[in-house]
């Protein structure tokens, strides 16, 4: 599977857009692009994930450049209960297979009052 | 949506036993997966547990430290044997959704070695 590479950390202000990025220049044509988050104590919790097109969904929005070499989570309005470990991760389908994520390292997002 | 249900939520156990971490799943599933989270760290992959055969395990994980069972389709067991504070981390185990590309998560066992 591709690797990625986000920043360590990233702040945003409550009721604010939260924009995640995550770069995955080595993506293969087959490979989708998956975020998970985990908030402290709790397992990871899947968010959105997409292949080429844009894909928005009740949490969040999932933009992908035309090249897919990059990509960025939009948490559109940010509560306090978004603050969690965010994983962009990418690999084939989970229906391609029967292999488990890989998990990176994440962003640490704080939203702040 | 799979329903995970992860027993104990947390341990405190002595150094040299064992721990067995228990996983049921409200469905069937095929795979399901073992993940370790140490202090401060992200998830990494133990092993995948296939049910009526071997787990695969992952480098640097190995049967004899993290035996692992797979009886029937909505239930899997790790057990973590002769503990040390280094095994000292999260616990988790995932599987996939039968009809989606989502993976799910149980809630994690916190495992304290002293």
């Known amino acids: 599977d591709a690797k990625t590479t986000q920043p360590t950390s990233m702040d945003c202000a409550e009721g604010r857009a939260a924009n995640l990025p995550c770069n995955h220049s080595?993506?293969?044509?087959?490979?989708?692009v998956y975020w998970y988050r985990q908030i402290h104590s709790q397992g990871p919790q899947y968010i959105i994930h997409g292949l080429k097109n844009n894909e928005t969904n009740e949490m969040a929005s999932l933009i992908i450049t035309e090249d897919r070499k990059s990509s960025t989570l939009i948490l559109p309005h940010a509560t306090l209960r978004d603050t969690a470990v965010y994983y962009c991760?990418?690999?084939?389908?989970?229906?391609?297979?029967?292999?488990?994520?890989?998990f990176g390292k994440g962003t640490r997002l704080s939203v702040i009052a | 949506s799979a329903v995970i249900s992860q027993k104990p939520s947390r341990d405190i156990c002595q150094r040299g036993t064992s721990l067995t971490i228990q996983c049921q799943v409200d469905?069937?599933?095929?795979?399901m997966f073992w993940y370790r989270q140490q202090p401060g760290q992200s998830l990494t992959l133990i092993a995948t547990?296939?049910?009526?055969?071997?787990?695969?395990?992952e480098s640097g994980f190995v049967i004899d430290k993290f035996p692992i069972s797979r009886p029937n389709l909505t239930f899997s067991t790790l057990t973590v044997s002769n503990m040390s504070p280094e095994d000292s981390s999260i616990y988790l185990c995932s599987v996939k959704g039968t009809v989606n590309e989502k993976l799910f998560f149980g809630s994690g066992t916190q495992l304290s070695v002293l």
């Open positions: 469905s069937q599933v095929t795979m």
């Open positions: 547990a296939n049910q009526g055969s071997e787990a695969t395990y």
């Open positions: 080595t993506i293969s044509g087959n490979e989708y």
């Open positions: 991760i990418v690999r084939v389908g989970l229906n391609s297979g029967n292999t488990p994520l890989v």
